[in-house]
């Protein structure tokens, strides 16, 4: 299996409905590293799995929306939590349809997954991996 990664950040702010999340539960900030990983079975006619200038361009706009924002008020996430996990699917989803639409350099149906990684500190992280669809 052959991967390409590419890595950004995003600072939010957000809180948390639920007892299960304590403090959490408050307004709260973080900055989370945000880690997309393409993953093909086999590297194409050029010798890549996909362009790493291309996916790091659709990283940035996906995040691009949420960054310095409260993810309260943001309409995508309109009464959720937004945990990393679902983070980490609403940033997946997005890298997906740019693959589906040709935008990284490679025909979508010869990548084998998208794993995106969020970070929230040094000694804790979430992922979401699935094939593209």
Do not use: C
Not at 50 to 77: S, W
């Amino acid at each position: 299996m052959h991967a390409v990664e590419v890595r950004d950040h995003i600072m939010i702010a957000h809180s948390f409905k639920g007892a299960v999340f304590g403090p959490a539960q408050a307004l709260h900030g973080a900055t989370f590293v945000v880690d997309a990983a393409f993953l093909a079975d086999t590297l194409d006619d050029n010798g890549i799995v996909i362009d790493i200038g291309r996916a790091h361009e659709v990283l940035k706009e996906i995040l691009g929306p949420l960054n310095y924002k409260n993810l309260d008020e943001v309409p995508a996430f309109k009464g959720r939590n937004t945990t990393t996990e679902v983070l980490t699917r609403h940033i997946h989803d997005g890298l997906a349809e740019a693959a589906r639409g040709g935008r990284l350099g490679r025909k979508a149906n010869e990548l084998k997954a998208i794993k995106v990684t969020i970070s929230e500190s040094h000694v804790a992280r979430a992922w979401y991996e699935a094939p593209i669809g």
